[in-house]
């Protein structure tokens, strides 16, 4: 932690608990507690203190670490598998690690887990306009115009997807870089257009790939991987 103690937003931020703007939500609601005393805007939090969000006690994580996992279908990405194993069931993890997006139930591929709430925090935000790339198969053959009507922005869940870049591969397969991450976005902007998924992997978040792993399989990212996901989430290197 800082020598000068470390701005109460950003500690929440980074232990995991939420935004810094939510944080401060948090702060004016007088729901942060500093050892006995109610937080404010500004306040700042030393070794050796105890924080408090209404009566649960936040601890920064020990070690950060960022995880790269290769996510099989069947797993879901939620606290509570409602009858299906969740990935952290999964990985049965010996810290805590919170979804950097997330994937649902019938997708596979990469997802990245961490306990860096802040570098989370910073990657999921969608006004960043961090790229994601998915191979996807759908139920009948691809046309130009399916392409251009992908890559324009479709209608859904109430807006219209940003433009992105959408390559045919194959009589039914096609590669998609997303800049934002919305509720089953592939799936519903094929169903917009009169295609179903059949098969979707996501292939990248970032600089990260899943370059070398498996299904089911895991690896925390290297140290110059680390550095330059900071660098594009605009995240400096951690204390």
Request: charge should be positive.
């Amino acid at each position: 932690m800082e020598e000068k103690g470390i701005r109460i937003n950003k500690y929440l931020s980074e232990a995991g608990v939420c935004s810094r703007r939510k944080a401060d939500s948090y702060i004016e609601a007088g729901m942060v507690r500093i050892n006995d005393t109610v937080a404010e805007k500004g306040s700042r939090v030393f070794p050796g203190d105890a924080v408090y969000v209404k009566d649960t006690r936040i601890q920064l994580p020990e070690q950060k670490k960022v995880i790269a996992f290769y996510k099989p279908q069947g797993l879901v990405c939620s606290t509570r598998g409602q009858g299906a194993e969740t990935v952290l069931e999964y990985l049965n993890a010996s810290v805590s690690l919170h979804y950097v997006g997330r994937l649902d139930k019938d997708s596979e591929g990469l997802l990245l887990l961490t306990n860096d709430g802040g570098l989370a925090n910073a990657i999921s935000k969608g006004a960043n306009r961090h790229e994601k790339e998915y191979e996807v198969r759908v139920d009948r053959p691809i046309t130009p115009e399916f392409i251009r009507q992908m890559g324009a922005g479709v209608p859904i869940l109430d807006t219209v997807t940003r433009k992105c870049t959408v390559t045919k591969t194959g009589s039914k397969t096609f590669r998609i870089i997303l800049t934002q991450g919305l509720n089953r976005q592939i799936r519903r902007m094929c169903e917009y257009c009169g295609y179903r998924v059949r098969f979707l992997k996501r292939i990248r978040v970032m600089n990260v790939t899943l370059e070398g792993l498996e299904p089911g399989a895991y690896r925390e990212l290297t140290g110059k991987e680390l550095q330059e996901l900071r660098r594009l989430a605009g995240q400096q290197e951690p204390n």
